[in-house]
């Protein structure tokens, strides 16, 4: 889009909010909002001259440099005291920018440009999500889209502030549309600028046709926490970090369940299966971590769990743990939320402030939803997701917290003939 000179303020030093850029025209869902590109802003920032008529609106020769370009177009810096106000932030797009808030000191917005052919997405920052999702407009994304690299939205993401990273500058994009097959993509920080990337698809899902209200009022039995179930029959149960129970519902609503249990729009408040995580941001075992088990206090299931200061700081929720007793634990099974790994620190359970000193971390392959995958006519279990024995049948193939492959007896003897 071309920069619209009429609907943003550029303040000089003179003035209530002095080398402020504001953004002033219609909002998001308006008759005409704007959207402008950084390179655009940083041009127009070169010849601004807004209305004079009081004397504060404009910038001229007399005034100092505003803004530069860092080497490309898709990374700006504001100079000389002048900062955008986060309105001006969800009107600009294809960019980077770094600048130093009179309030919050040194910022940075990262670009985030989208690719795949979602029409809403979400964004997981610090282990939240993002409640303000300004970039699903309808009139924000047909400004932004370009159909021909298969964009679908572009927007800044607020990532430094008061002069630290957030969560080192890592973000979650989710696609959780009920009705679709769910996509998460990570950024990973670091120190590039410019526009970073998520790639998240949302094709139709044909195994999840039935009804949200429909399969809402269903009823199931997830039984949180480390379980056994003998899965494969042979007399010695596997262990799991969850265990569902049909509850006589079919194979396909059980799956369309799950989904439903952590779709786009969804209740923060926590619900059964989801291990006190708000279920937007749930996404089941991300990381299994070896630790010699050290105080008195005993591990809950769920829990939050934290580790290390500083640098080596991080938080998780803990999922299950093969002994909650304490001293007998060896390995926690965890959702990685912020900051870094454990390594050789020692991990706190909030609960009971057991704690742990960690060794190996493996991260598990994620399965969205957290269930596993539908065949149609089958469930194929996700890693560590155990099914009641006697709902079995439901079951082709699945995984249990070892990485294990078992499969459910008649499948077996199927397949032997």
């Known amino acids: 889009m071309v920069f619209n000179h009429l609907d943003w303020t550029i303040l000089r030093s003179t003035g209530a909010n002095p080398f402020e850029i504001d953004y002033v025209g219609d909002a998001h869902a308006g008759t005409s909002p704007s959207y402008a590109t950084g390179i655009e802003l940083h041009r127009a920032l070169q010849d601004f001259a807004d209305d004079q008529a009081d004397g504060t609106e404009e910038i001229s020769i007399v005034d100092q440099v505003p803004s530069q370009r860092g080497g490309v177009d898709t990374n700006i810096t504001l100079i000389n005291d002048y900062h955008i106000t986060p309105t001006a932030a969800e009107h600009l797009y294809d960019t980077s920018i770094s600048q130093v808030h009179p309030v919050n000191g040194a ?12 029409t809403s997405i979400q964004v997981i920052q610090d282990g939240a999500r993002l409640t303000n999702d300004f970039w699903n407009e309808t009139k924000m994304i047909a400004a932004v889209e370009d159909a021909t690299s298969s964009t679908t939205h572009r927007f800044m993401v607020l990532v ?7 969560d080192g500058r890592r973000l979650i ?3 959780r549309v009920y009705g679709t097959t769910y996509t998460e993509f990570l950024i990973g920080g670091g120190t590039n ?18 009804a949200q209200g429909t399969i809402d009022a ?22 799991y970090y969850v265990e569902w129970d049909t509850n006589g519902n079919t194979k396909n609503e059980t799956y369309e369940y799950s989904q439903n249990m952590i779709r786009e729009g969804v209740s923060v408040t926590p619900v059964n299966g989801t291990f006190g995580l708000d279920p937007n941001i749930f996404r089941g075992i991300t990381h299994s971590v070896a630790i010699t088990d050290l105080t008195s206090g005993n591990w809950a299931e769920p829990e939050a769990i934290s580790w290390g200061s500083g640098a080596t700081a991080g938080t998780g929720q803990l999922l299950a ?6 001293g007998s634990a060896t390995i926690l099974y965890m959702q990685h939320l912020t900051g870094v790994l454990p390594s050789a620190n020692t991990i706190t ?6 704690t742990g000193t960690a060794g190996l971390v493996t991260g598990q392959v994620v399965s969205i939803p957290p269930l596993g995958a539908s ?6 279990g996700a890693y560590g997701v155990g099914i009641e024995e006697a709902d079995l049948a439901f079951v082709l193939v699945g995984q249990d917290v070892r990485g294990d492959t078992i499969q459910e007896p008649a499948i077996v003897r199927n397949h032997n003939g």
């Open 107 to 118: 910022q940075i917005y990262d670009g985030i440009q989208v690719f795949g052919n979602s």
């Open 160 to 166: 430094h502030d008061s002069g630290v990273d957030i």
């Open 173 to 175: 994009g989710t696609q």
């Open 193 to 210: 600028r410019g526009n970073n990337v998520l790639a998240l698809k949302a094709e139709s899902n044909l195994n999840n046709q039935t």
């Open 218 to 239: 269903l009823t199931f039995v997830i039984t949180e926490g480390y379980v056994g179930i003998d899965a494969d029959g042979n007399g010695t149960p596997e262990n």
């Open 321 to 326: 743990v093969d002994n909650v007793t304490s």
């Open 349 to 354: 359970g909030a609960t009971n402030s057991a």
């Open 375 to 380: 065949t149609g006519s089958n469930i194929k």
